[in-house]
């Protein structure tokens, strides 16, 4: 077994569970909206 070392995972996981990211930064703010679609 290989070691990993900690952290690093956090955009991967988003990437994998989320339907859609974006990303934007406007008037000195950052914006982060995940999308997840529910039945």
């Known amino acids: 077994c290989t070691e ?3 952290g690093g995972l956090g955009i991967h996981f988003m ?3 989320m339907d859609s990211i974006e990303y934007d930064w ?3 703010r950052n914006k982060l909206t995940l999308t997840k679609k529910i039945q």
């Open 4 to 6: 990993r070392k900690v």
């Open 15 to 17: 990437r994998k569970m």
């Open 26 to 28: 406007a008037d000195g």
